[in-house]
Nanobody, 126 residues
């Protein structure tokens, strides 16, 4: 399984971006997928996750209400829609996945994800 992230770029504060994570290889009937980010001089942190069966979604408090994680089943692509972007959202964003449904307390633990995409840079600046 390979994950390919794309969609980053430079955007002004208040703007929007949509990141994509294309998964190649076997299609998972059960999964947990997540987005993490790493800002300059910071640890990689959890942003959002989605698990299946169920479709539950989870968000970091800092992005709740602004970001949305989704999946396009037919194309096996995961998205992170980012709205109302702020300078503090500037980071390299990474998608990650695992072919199993995590328990709720585990979705934020990056060490549990089996597959990672390369990062895509998001810069929010005027």
């Amino acid at each position: 399984v390979q994950l390919q992230a794309s969609g980053g770029g430079l955007v002004q504060p208040g703007g929007s971006l949509r990141l994509s994570c294309a998964a190649s290889g076997r299609t998972w009937s059960s999964y947990t997928v997540g987005w993490f980010r790493q800002g300059p001089g910071k640890e990689r942190e959890f942003v959002a996750a989605k698990r299946w069966p169920g479709g539950d979604t989870y968000y970091a408090d800092s992005v709740k209400g602004r970001f949305a994680i989704s999946r396009e089943n037919a194309k096996n692509i995961f998205y992170l829609q980012m709205n109302s972007l702020r300078p503090e959202d500037t980071a390299v964003y990474h998608c990650a996945g695992a072919p199993r449904r995590f328990i709720t307390s585990a979705v934020r633990d990056r060490s549990l994800y089996d597959y990672w995409g390369q990062g895509t840079q998001v810069t929010v600046s005027s």
